[in-house]
């Protein structure tokens, strides 16, 4: 079974503040993604990882920013929480491209 | 170009009837193709995965699809709805060894009583 972990689970807090979503995986896994899902809608892609150093924008803008600094973890940060931002954080790896996705279980973040 | 369309966005069954979530995609190579389904508050758990071996796969909780080439469809089906089926499913089309993947809308799926 796959093992990806994300903390906060939800997380209320004010608008300005800096927040950093953790993700990690101990699968060993090359391929990272954070998706941003709204209640009851389809996931959009903001980033992704290929391995160590190397993280790309999605197809939806974010103005949050990854780093991939061990293969293991995949932090997004926001550096000034919006309302905007209120939605749900999905992280996820993946063996390799083309192969299925293991999910965490989200991250809800609302702005106040 | 890959897309997937998940022709419903609701469907409502009754426990013990069957149930069928339709999909229908288009990739111009060879795809992969998954089900994935998501429960309140939690994140996506693989269903079932086709990836060019056996066109009727089966997976977890009693699901299976059929990939239809000629209809470019990978329809999810179980053959009776438990109360606990009851969450949103998607569909999902990815290139075999491409960098793409794409999800379908979703489709939520009531079970009643």
């Known amino acids: 079974e796959a093992d990806i972990y994300q903390t906060p689970r939800y997380l209320v807090i004010g608008t300005g503040k800096k927040i950093t979503l953790e993700c990690s995986q101990t699968?060993?896994?090359?391929?990272m993604y954070w998706y941003q899902q709204d209640p009851g809608m389809e996931l959009h892609l903001i980033h992704y990882s290929y391995g160590v150093n190397s993280t790309e924008k999605g197809d939806l803008s974010s103005e949050s920013t990854v780093s991939r600094i061990r293969t293991e973890h995949f932090p997004l940060t926001l550096e000034s929480a919006r309302p905007s931002h209120t939605s749900q954080y999905l992280c996820?790896?993946?063996?390799?491209?083309?192969?299925?996705?293991?999910f965490g279980d989200g991250t809800r973040l609302s702005i106040l | 170009a890959q897309s997937v369309t998940q022709l419903d966005s609701h469907v409502s069954v009754s426990e013990g009837t069957p149930v069928l979530l339709r999909c229908n995609y288009s990739s111009s190579y060879s795809p992969s193709l998954f089900w994935y389904v998501q429960h309140p508050n939690k994140g996506l758990q693989l269903l079932l995965k086709?990836?060019?071996?056996?066109?009727l796969v089966k997976g977890i909780n009693g699901f299976e699809a059929e990939f239809k080439k000629s209809e470019t469809s990978f329809h999810l089906t179980k053959p009776s709805a438990h109360m606990s089926d009851a969450a949103e499913y998607f569909c999902v089309v990815s290139e075999v060894g491409g960098f793409k993947t794409i999800f379908g809308a979703g489709t939520r799926l009531f079970v009643k009583a």
């Open positions: 996820a790896s993946s063996e390799s491209r083309g192969q299925p996705q293991h």
């Open positions: 086709y990836t060019s071996a056996a066109t």
């Open positions: 699968m060993g896994h090359d391929k």
